[in-house]
């Protein structure tokens, strides 16, 4: 396999609490260019892998950017190395304006005599960002009055400015309404031209629409990987799936909506 810049490979991660095993030997990798998901019920491991990815949990095994080993590494250093994430929950500033979410951002990046200086006119890294997620006649608007897909965007328009190279979004479309899901499916596929990009979802509907390749994680163990149609047609997904493996939040196959 070849590893270019830019590129996560994940190989035998394991994380741990007290003795309980939440992700017990997981191997995946991600490349720019392609939309990878990584789905499974609640529970499976996905966030805990982001977690150890980003240094938030303790992980064995490897994690690599090009030719970086992330695991043992704080959690500031692998942003610097350029991994950005989003949560489960949008964590932007609220009272504060988009424009001013996105300065905070990229502020990580600059010195601040940079940020002390006088704005004339925005910044040619937010000013993209903001093109590229279509907030771009937001920028005046208070985060806290963005719609729930727009906040989301907000936060991956942050990592862009942050020039992140990897991009680790846990459940980008929860909530959304179908218009925002089909809107962020699209934005991910630009975002992904040049980055790496890991989607965590247990939405199925959404992963079929818009995954290039797919890692399917039942009970912190890889159950199925390939592509969407590969998945898909695996019994085993198909097990976990509709339930008979008794999960208790199951995804579903054919609705939008679950
Ligand atoms: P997913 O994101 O796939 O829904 P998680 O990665 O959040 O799943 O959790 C995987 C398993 O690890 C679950 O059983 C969860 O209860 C457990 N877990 C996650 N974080 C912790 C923690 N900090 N301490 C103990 N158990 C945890
Ligand atoms: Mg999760």
Redesign the pocket.
């Known amino acids: 396999m070849t590893v270019t810049d830019g590129s996560l490979v994940v190989t035998d991660l394991r994380v741990e609490?007290d003795g309980?095993v939440?992700v017990g030997g997981v191997s995946f990798d991600a490349h720019p260019g392609e939309v990878r998901f990584l789905i499974?019920p609640?529970?499976?491991?996905?966030?805990?892998c982001i977690d150890a990815i980003t240094g938030l949990s303790k992980g064995s095994g490897s994690a690599r950017l090009g030719g970086q080993e992330l695991l043992g590494k704080p959690a500031h250093k692998i942003v610097r190395l350029g991994v950005g994430r989003t949560f489960q929950t949008a964590s932007v500033f609220d009272e504060l304006t988009v424009l001013q979410n996105l300065d905070i951002a990229a502020g990580l990046h600059r010195s601040s005599l940079s940020l002390l200086r006088a704005r004339r006119g925005v910044d040619p890294a937010i000013h993209r960002a903001l093109e590229e997620t279509g907030l771009s006649r937001e920028l005046a608007t208070p985060a806290g009055i963005l719609s729930h897909g727009q906040k989301q965007w907000l936060e991956i328009a942050m990592l862009l400015v942050q020039d992140a190279k990897v991009l680790l979004l846990d459940e980008p479309v929860a909530g959304m309404s179908l218009d925002e899901r089909t809107a962020t499916g699209e934005l991910l596929g630009r975002v992904a031209a040049t980055r790496t990009v890991l989607v965590v979802e247990h939405d199925m509907d959404f992963m079929r629409r818009f995954a290039s390749r797919v890692t399917v994680?039942h009970q912190g163990k890889v159950l199925s990987e390939g592509s969407v149609a590969e998945v898909q047609s695996d019994p085993r997904v198909q097990e976990v799936y509709l339930g008979t493996a008794a999960a208790p939040s199951v995804m579903t196959i054919g609705r939008e909506d679950d």
């Not at 609640?42 to 805990?48: D, H, L, Y």
């Open positions: 609490f309980f939440a499974g609640n529970g499976a491991g996905k966030t805990t994680l």
